[in-house]
């Protein structure tokens, strides 16, 4: 299983951003894909994950301004990312993972393959 993660880039504060994780050797929709990211000096945090059957589950330091979504045609998930914030400047991680139940969705160790990350640099 691969993941490629991509769209990341410099944009200010305000802007919208979306990111991309193309996936090969598992099929996004039959699994929970979660989308993780890392400031410097800070753990990972979790971001936002969309389940089979299209729940989807947010960090409150995003409701509301990112939004995850996935195109099946092409076994990709993407993060809209607007109103952004220089707080919200990381590296940006797409996971998947089976079986992940509902309460360990938040939790990075339930996920079994990660893309490279993609970084996000928002300034003031």
């Known amino acids: 299983v691969q993941l490629q993660a991509s769209g990341g880039g410099l944009v200010q504060a305000g802007d919208s951003l979306r990111l991309s994780c193309a996936a090969s050797?598992?099929?996004?929709?039959?699994?929970?894909t979660g989308w993780f990211r890392q400031a410097p000096g800070r753990e990972r945090e979790f971001v936002a994950a969309?389940?089979?059957?299209?729940?989807?589950i947010y960090s409150d330091s995003v409701k509301g301004r990112f939004t995850i979504s996935r195109d099946n045609a092409l076994n990709t998930v993407y993060l809209e990312m607007n109103s952004l914030k220089p707080d919200d400047t990381a590296a940006y991680y797409c996971?998947?993972?089976?079986?992940?139940?509902?309460?360990?969705?938040?939790?990075?160790?339930?996920?079994?393959?990660w893309g490279q990350g993609t970084l996000v640099t928002v300034s003031s």
């Open positions: 996971a998947t993972g089976q079986g992940v139940i509902l309460s360990n969705v938040r939790n990075n160790r339930a996920y079994s393959y």
């Open positions: 050797g598992r099929t996004l929709s039959r699994s929970t």
């Open positions: 969309l389940r089979p059957g299209d729940a989807k």
